[in-house]
């Protein structure tokens, strides 16, 4: 092959340490950023990396080093905004500290959560932070436990794994937001959540395979309990997104006065079939839901929400991994940021109460 025509091969560590006139192992060490090397070397070693546009071979560095640079984060939904703005908190906490994050979609699944870290392992990535899919499933991730890679938990517990975990008070807010619905006037409530089961109807707790829908579920049916509403539990609907489903609820002989939505995705398929059953918020029915997604503010009515500060949770959750990937072992916390109730005008009484005044 004609020299001229020839594809520029890659510039290497030993490219750099002849253009700066020191060895070889001088030189990893200063772009590897570890050993211990003057100043004067080190500018030398860095403008010869500069003036051959030397870019590094990550792979060759973390077999040095031990540290890839990378942290990888596996989510359950990277169409949630939820999931959304938390990716891009962790992002922007592990460039600050140097690192590169590798994302991974789980989709819900924990066959593809396992598969995910998988991959993730074999990148060699130096920490993980991952929102578990089941917690009916963990093994894998008592094994990257044992394995003393870091891990950190984002948004749903794990019972008797010790990592750090950052979750928010969602028992408290579904609480106090059922309570605000039920001094609005309502006994026909309906708790709507993304888990769906056959038939969609709540029976045991061993259906709620995740610590977030749990803790809310748990904090809707004590505050209907407390507002003297009988057999709550069967107004607890899992019917996830299907949209045949929300019809049925929304059609049927004693429908719902108001809906709790166990998050901003499942809000918004509500919102959409009521518009389409030409109902109307909150005249035939009330809404709330979790998480302050940017259409809920800007619907007809805008809609009240529980606004977790996502943004800050994945900050935490970014922090307390990198400060393990820097050797910090302080027992494993678990961090819970508060929410906020958001009144918008989604609820309003049920029309039978102001048909009787």
Known sequence: MDKKNAPLRPVTVADVARRAAVSKATAARVLGGYGVVSDEV???????????????????????TGKSGTIGVV??????????????????????HGFNVILANSGEAVDAEKAALKVLIGKRVDGLIVAPADNRDVAHLRD????????????????????????????????????????????????VTALSAEPPVFNCESQLYTSSVKARIDGYLAACRAGGIADPQRSVC??????????????????????????????YDIFKTTRMLGLRVPDDL????????????????????????????????AELLIARINGEAPPPRLCVLPTRFIERTSVAAPAETMAAT
């Open 75 to 96: 989510v359950g939904d990277i169409e949630n905004a939820f999931f959304g703005t938390a990716v891009r908190s962790i992002s922007d906490v592990a460039h600050r």
């Open 144 to 191: 990257i436990v044992r394995s003393r890679r870091p891990l950190a938990l984002f948004d749903r517990e794990i019972a008797g794994l010790a990592v750090d975990t950052v979750v928010t008070t969602d028992r408290d807010a579904a609480f106090e937001a059922t309570g605000r619905l039920i001094a609005a006037g309502h006994r026909r409530l309906a708790y």
């Open 238 to 267: 899992l019917i996830g997104r299907e949209r045949a489903a929300i019809e049925r609820l929304l059609t049927q002989a004693e429908r719902p006065t108001a809906i709790f939505a166990s998050d901003s995705i499942v809000a």
């Open 286 to 317: 009330s809404l709330i839901a979790f998480y302050d997604a940017e259409w809920t503010s800007v619907t007809t009515p805008p809609i009240s929400v529980i606004d977790q500060p996502v943004y800050d949770m994945g900050a935490k959750v």
């Open 42 to 64: 080190k500018a030398l070693v860095r403008a010869a990396a500069a003036a051959l546009d030397y870019r590094p071979n990550e792979l060759a560095r973390s077999m040095t």
